[in-house]
């Protein structure tokens, strides 16, 4: 009888496990520290630890899967992957074709970095990624903007002189600026853009929304979420 007990109890188990949902996590690999691709060739980072843990507290399988930012949304739509967690702003326009989750990063600033501290990033060429809020921003401040599909290609173009200053979410260029050794400096006044970074999914999937949400509500009481941004973001990372 006790054996019977166990055999049963091990196939619920096992049951379960096999019924547990897969949810395709679709992330950039390119935007360190929230995401980017490991030695291993992994996905890896600050949203691939929280994902991983948001998977885990709502029982649910992760699978990764990385795409170019500026297909990221269409990719979603198509079904090639379940959400976007990629180091995305959350705002009325994106809203409008995606259901959010609540924001997993408090709303931070964006920053300019430049060769010298006096670029008029004001009337200058400015270097933003396509498809992100730094580059509408750019395009709305009188600036002239040059668009490149990848964060480190705008970086680059700064660094030969193609763009005046680069625009992007100062917790990304942080740690570029602080290994320069001084070749790079802020420049301009920093702007708040958005409503914080959260995940992207499906109008149709609230259920997962709602999965979602209640994990990092949970993470946001126990204080782990502050306790994982400041792992990957500093010890000056704006928390909750």
Not at 127 to 133: I, K, L
Not at 160 to 185: H, Q, R
Request: proline fraction near 3%; hydrophobic fraction near 45%.
């Amino acid at each position: 009888m006790k054996n019977l007990i166990l055999t049963t109890a091990l196939l619920a188990l096992t049951a379960g496990s096999a019924m547990a949902q897969t949810v395709r996590m679709g992330t950039e690999g390119a935007y360190p520290p929230y995401n980017f691709i490991n030695d291993k060739g992994e996905v890896d980072g600050f949203e691939r630890e929280l994902g991983d843990k948001l998977c885990e507290m709502a029982a649910l399988t992760c699978e990764w899967v990385t795409t170019d930012w500026d297909g990221i949304i269409p990719n979603l739509q198509s079904g090639n992957y379940d959400t976007i967690i990629a180091g995305m702003n959350i705002t009325a326009e994106r809203a409008e074709v995606l259901a959010f989750t609540q924001n997993y990063i408090p709303p931070a600033s964006s920053a300019y970095m430049a060769l010298d501290a006096g670029t008029d990033v004001m009337k200058g060429v400015i270097a933003a990624q396509t498809g992100t809020v730094q580059a509408a921003h750019v395009a709305a401040s009188g600036a002239t903007l040059l668009e490149f599909a990848t964060p480190d290609e705008t970086v680059a173009a700064m660094r030969n002189g193609e763009a005046d200053a680069v625009f992007a979410d100062k917790d990304y260029l942080v740690p570029i600026l602080d290994e320069s050794a001084g070749k790079f400096a802020w420049a301009g006044t920093e702007v708040q853009i958005g409503d914080g970074v959260g995940m992207g999914l499906r109008k149709s999937d609230t259920e997962l929304v709602e999965k979602f949400n209640a994990g990092i509500t949970a993470m946001k009481a126990d204080g782990s979420l502050n306790t994982l941004i400041t792992k990957w973001f500093g010890e000056k990372a704006v928390t909750f």
